[in-house]
């Protein structure tokens, strides 16, 4: 059997659940208890947070990050609707507040368009994808902010962003559109991992 307790507190912006268990082996059969911890741990590890263990004998302290503020990236792609999707889901279960961005690309020097149409082609792109977020989020009772940012490197944008708002977890498709209307590559998305400082989350 286990004996323990919950004492959330915040730290910054991050929600943090400290969780203690101490664990008694059944009487008189001396099983293992760190089997009865790492079933405990997996529980903790369901809520899609990060987890922190610190072992000290039988007695296991679980520290769990809720992520409260998620940067959700999206080009419009089917790929990139099911990062939106799984983002909304994720918000929506652990009730954060919930923010979703895509990227446009500024006008090339030496593009064949005029400024006029190549602006006009990028600003129909944006709010075709920010415009599946919404539905999907309405769908789902989740409020969400919208962003369209405009810059060379989508991938600068999204983690400059994340900083710019307090985010906690940055949520992106593996691989977005190509093209002339693209707004996210899977380049990029390694190009995000490689830069955010906080948890990033890759849905294939």
């Known amino acids: 059997?286990?004996?323990?307790?919950?004492?959330?507190?915040?730290?910054?912006?991050?929600?943090?659940?400290?969780?203690?268990?101490?664990?008694?082996?059944?009487?008189?059969?001396?099983?293992?208890?760190?089997?009865?911890?790492?079933?405990?741990?997996?529980?903790?590890?369901?809520?899609?947070?990060q987890c922190r263990t610190h072992d000290s004998h039988k007695t296991a302290a679980v520290e769990v990050v809720l992520y409260t503020n998620i940067l959700i990236t999206t080009d419009g792609s089917?790929?990139?609707?099911?990062?939106?999707?799984?983002?909304?889901?994720?918000?929506?279960?652990?009730?954060?507040?919930?923010?979703?961005i895509t990227v446009a690309?500024?006008?090339?020097?030496?593009?064949?368009?005029?400024?006029?149409?190549?602006?006009e082609a990028q600003q129909h792109h944006a709010d075709a994808a920010l415009n599946l977020a919404k539905e999907a989020a309405a769908k789902m009772g989740v409020t969400i902010e919208v962003v369209l940012a405009s810059h060379t490197s989508p991938a600068e944008a999204?983690?400059?962003?994340?900083?710019?708002?307090?985010?906690?977890?940055?949520?992106?498709?593996?691989?977005?559109?190509?093209?002339?209307?693209r707004?996210?590559?899977?380049?990029?998305?390694?190009e995000v991992v490689h830069l955010s400082k906080i948890p990033v989350l890759v849905v294939r």
């Not at 741990?41 to 809520?47: E, V």
């Not at 089917?78 to 979703?100: I, R």
């Not at 090339?108 to 602006?119: C, D, E, R, Y």
């Not at 707004?183 to 390694?190: E, F, I, K, R």
Request: net charge positive; aromatic share 6%; glycine share 10%.
């Open 158 to 181: 999204i983690v400059k962003t994340a900083q710019d708002r307090g985010c906690n977890l940055i949520v992106i498709a593996s691989h977005g559109r190509r093209g002339v209307s």
């Open 105 to 119: 690309e500024p006008y090339p020097l030496h593009s064949p368009a005029t400024i006029g149409s190549w602006t």
């Open 78 to 100: 089917e790929l990139a609707q099911k990062g939106v999707d799984h983002g909304l889901t994720l918000a929506k279960s652990l009730g954060s507040k919930a923010t979703v």
């Open 183 to 190: 707004l996210l590559l899977g380049s990029q998305t390694a």
């Open 1 to 49: 059997m286990f004996v323990g307790g919950l004492a959330p507190r915040r730290r910054n912006s991050r929600m943090v659940v400290r969780a203690t268990r101490t664990v008694f082996p059944p009487e008189g059969n001396g099983q293992d208890s760190r089997k009865t911890i790492d079933t405990d741990q997996s529980i903790f590890s369901s809520w899609g947070t």
